[in-house]
């Protein structure tokens, strides 16, 4: 049963990715992005893995979601114009090619990787909040710092290129 929930929502999660690619509209692309978060929540689950399932939700599913549509809006992004001069051979080959460099990429991350362990539900037992607290307040606290300070200077960069095109 793990392994046939796994592979649904591993599905739901590639289906949402390429989706947030291929979509024409920043909100769709971000709601598709919503839709990765929250499969990648219930492999986390399915791992054993409760407060990463949590964390993943509340923190890339929510918050951050929020800010990148709160970015979208505050740009004011339309519809993407469709590339002029596009080859017809490349909208029929391209999926093809796509599919046959996935294939080899797979076959060689098979050959090339050793044979490991399954997992089990419930064998985790690392993933508890005081040990990723603990973690992420000495052990990658610098980490954690810039990237707060990365997403504070594109907030800050959003807002004057908002207000460039208002002026």
Not at 158 to 167: C, G, P, T, Y
């Amino acid at each position: 049963m793990d392994a046939l929930l796994f592979m649904i929502f591993a599905a739901i999660a590639a289906v949402c990715g390429i989706n947030v690619v291929v979509q024409k509209h920043a909100i769709s692309s971000a709601l598709s992005l919503v839709g990765v978060m929250v499969a990648l929540a219930a492999l986390y689950l399915l791992l054993g893995g409760e407060f990463i399932a949590a964390a993943q939700l509340v923190v890339y599913a929510g918050a951050i979601m929020v800010l990148f549509v709160f970015v979208i809006m505050l740009l004011n992004a339309g519809i993407e114009k469709t590339a002029r001069g596009r080859r017809p051979w490349a909208q029929y080959a391209g999926v093809p090619l796509l599919l046959v460099l996935f294939g080899t990429i797979a076959l060689l991350i098979q050959k090339i990787s050793p044979a490991t362990e399954t997992v089990t539900f419930g064998e985790f037992t690392k993933g508890a909040p005081l040990e990723i607290g603990r973690a992420l307040f000495t052990t990658y606290l610098l980490p954690f710092e810039v990237t707060s300070v990365l997403i504070l200077i594109a907030i800050l960069g959003a807002i004057v290129l908002a207000r460039k095109e208002i002026d």
